[in-house]
């Protein structure tokens, strides 16, 4: 990155614009053609007194998921929010909100991924009726009406339980948080579920409120 492009003034996405960059940026990622953009010591200089995100990533936190590798970003380029299992609590919905209510991000990606480890603790923990100890409990009793919801849906495999998870939690966010719905009515905001395929690296949207 040179000086000049380190320098320009936020430009501000439409939603589908910011999930086109997200998309072009993990077409490289696939492809192994990453550019590694806005990692340099500019770049971090130009962002000492203010960040325009173009987008957030509310993804799980498992340590194959690093959204801006995936996506190959760089610094100020997405707003993270991470929980085991991408699991939504006042903490997350709160940071959601500053986000799009005071960093006017357009487009919130919910990113859930295969081999969920949460995912796969919830499922054994609604097959043996047994609960895990401490504030793990917490995590699966988020996760468990995914699991139920799959279930119904003749959904028993991990992978699939997963794409379901992540199609649940855009719902809430959107039925949960005013913010968020009302700056999706507004055309400003659009929330997507996203799925992640660990082998092949590929992200692939499975849900979507709001206009792309």
């Known amino acids: 990155m040179n000086e000049s492009d380190a320098s320009v003034d936020h430009v501000a996405l439409t939603p589908a614009q910011a999930w086109r960059k997200l998309r072009e940026g993990n077409s490289r ?4 053609q990453t550019d590694h953009p806005n ?6 200089q130009f962002l000492v007194d203010k960040q325009h995100p173009f ?7 498992d340590s194959r998921l690093a959204a801006e590798i995936i996506f190959d970003l760089g610094l100020g380029d997405v707003f993270v ?4 299992g991408h699991v ?27 081999s969920c480890g949460a995912v796969t603790a919830t499922i054994n923990s609604v097959e043996s009726g047994e609960m895990p100890p401490g504030f793990i409990r917490d995590l699966v009793e988020h ?11 003749g959904i028993r495999d991990v992978n699939t339980t997963v794409v379901e998870h992540v199609q649940q939690t855009t719902h809430r966010l959107v039925e949960q948080s005013r913010i968020i ?7 400003r ?11 092949e690296g590929k992200a692939e949207m499975v849900s979507g409120f709001g206009v792309l």
């Not at 990622?29 to 192994?32: I, S």
């Not at 959601?96 to 990113?111: G, Q």
Request: glycine share 8%; proline share 3%.
């Open 29 to 32: 990622f696939v492809a192994g």
């Open 39 to 44: 990692q340099d010591a500019l770049r971090r």
């Open 55 to 61: 987008a957030v990533i509310f993804g799980c936190s």
């Open 81 to 84: 929010v991470r929980t085991a």
């Open 88 to 114: 939504t609590d006042s903490a997350a919905l709160g940071s959601l909100e500053y986000s799009v209510d005071l960093l006017n991000v357009p487009l919130i990606v919910v990113l859930g991924h295969d």
């Open 143 to 153: 996760i468990t009406p995914s699991v139920i919801t799959a279930r119904r849906n």
């Open 181 to 187: 719905s009302t700056a999706i009515d507004e055309g």
């Open 189 to 199: 905001t659009a929330v997507i579920g996203v799925t992640y395929r660990l082998a």
